[in-house]
T-cell receptor, first 112, second 114 residues
Framework: SQQGEEDPQALSIQEGENATMNCSYK?????LQWYRQNSGRGLVHLIL?????REKHSGRLRVTLDTSKKSSSLLITASRAADTASYFC????????????FGSGTQLTVLP | ETGVTQTPRHLVMGMTNKKSLKCEQH?????MYWYKQSAKKPLELMFV???????ENNSVPSRFSPECPNSSHLFLHLHTLQPEDSALYLC?????????????FGDGTRLSIL
């Protein structure tokens, strides 16, 4: 089974609204990372949050991490049509952090 | 400009052909990766290189053969591929292989096997 799984699989909102995506994982992590992928392009790194951190901000992005629940959330505030993309969480495991394990992603559509 | 360049962007090949995918990074990173991205599936890590040495090989069929001549270049040599190998192949790089740094991705090669 997958280490990281995003929820929901798809999300459609109006421009200006907030978008929240969740990620759950199964084993202890060193860090958790969020990436964005626009159609036909590669992944772009958004935020890295370490296991000893609870919240990080970057512009309109806010990421939280709850290691007791093995979950993370990505909040995009005041969404724009340009935020339309797939969003992936990726976990780097504790002790053997050589690879990132990606989830299947959340497809976010922001309607103008 | 992502700092990681992949060529070609699109490739159509028959099952008996031999082709190569190329990846180049000028970010000064020491680690490079090949991923396979298929529709509706999570990204699959194929190979990891650290300072030109292969450190991970995740049970990838031998019809995929990686090559890392230096820390800036990574190739994926393809031969006798199967239709199920059609996918987006992504290259990435990072400062090191410890997983504590972000990965920088190229825009991928869309591979179609006829």
């Amino acid at each position: 089974s997958q280490q990281g799984e995003e929820d929901p699989q798809a999300l459609s909102i109006q421009e200006g609204e907030n978008a929240t995506m969740n990620c759950s994982y199964k084993t202890s992590i060193n860090n958790l990372q969020w990436y964005r992928q626009n159609s036909g392009r590669g992944l772009v790194h958004l935020i890295l949050i370490r296991s000893n951190e609870r919240e990080k901000h970057s512009g309109r992005l806010r990421v939280t991490l709850d290691t007791s629940k093995k979950s993370s959330s990505l909040l995009i505030t005041a969404s724009r049509a340009a935020d339309t993309a797939s969003y992936f969480c990726a976990t780097a495991l504790s002790g053997s952090a050589r690879q990132l394990t990606f989830g299947s992603g959340t497809q976010l559509t922001v309607l103008p | 400009e992502t700092g990681v360049t992949q060529t070609p962007r699109h490739l159509v090949m028959g099952m008996t052909n031999k082709k190569s995918l190329k990846c180049e990074q000028h970010l000064g990173h020491n680690a490079m990766y090949w991923y396979k991205q298929s529709a509706k599936k999570p990204l699959e890590l194929m190979f990891v290189y650290s300072l030109e040495e292969r450190v991970e090989n995740n049970s990838v069929p031998s019809r995929f053969s990686p090559e890392c001549p230096n820390s800036s270049h990574l190739f994926l040599h393809l031969h006798t591929l199967q239709p199920e190998d059609s996918a987006l192949y992504l290259c990435a790089s990072s400062l090191d292989v410890q997983g504590t740094q972000p990965q920088h991705f190229g825009d991928g090669t869309r591979l179609s096997i006829l």
